[in-house]
Structures are given as structure tokens and as C-alpha cells.
């Protein structure tokens, strides 16, 4: 996973992680190096708009949340 796109959820930036998550699906489940969630990772960041928006694409796309992501 690269950096700056944990970096635009970090600031929250919406529309640009919209945007990436149109271009590239397969973003919107991925995990970092740690193996955090895109998802766990706008949520510890408080960005809820980002962690409704990878909601619903997961949910689109029929990925299932883990437990941790479930917790949270």
C-alpha cells in the first residue's frame, strides 16, 4: 500500500480518496505493512467520512470486515 494514500486519509481528504478508490478497487481493502486496514486506519485517524465512504465500497464490492474492523 503507498503511503500517500494513507496520508490522504489521514487528512481526511475525501474526495481524493474517492477518487483513488474509483481508479483502483482493490484499494479500498488493502493493509499496511503492519497489516491495518485502510478502513482501521481512517477510523483511528477519526475520519468518518473516509471510513463511511471504504464502508460502503467494501460492502459494494462484497468484502467481508474482519473482526477488528467489525470491533471498531
Do not use: H, N
Request: glycine share 6%; aromatic share 6%.
Amino acid at each position: 500500500m503507498s503511503s500517500p494514500f494513507l496520508k490522504l486519509i489521514q487528512s481526511g481528504a475525501t474526495a481524493e480518496v474517492a477518487d483513488a478508490v474509483q481508479a483502483d478497487p482493490a484499494l479500498a481493502a488493502c493493509r499496511d505493512l503492519q497489516g491495518v486496514s485502510v478502513l482501521l486506519w481512517a477510523v483511528y485517524c477519526g475520519q468518518t467520512l473516509v471510513r463511511d465512504l471504504l464502508l460502503a465500497r467494501l460492502a459494494a464490492d462484497g468484502f467481508a470486515l474482519d473482526i477488528f474492523e467489525a470491533a471498531a
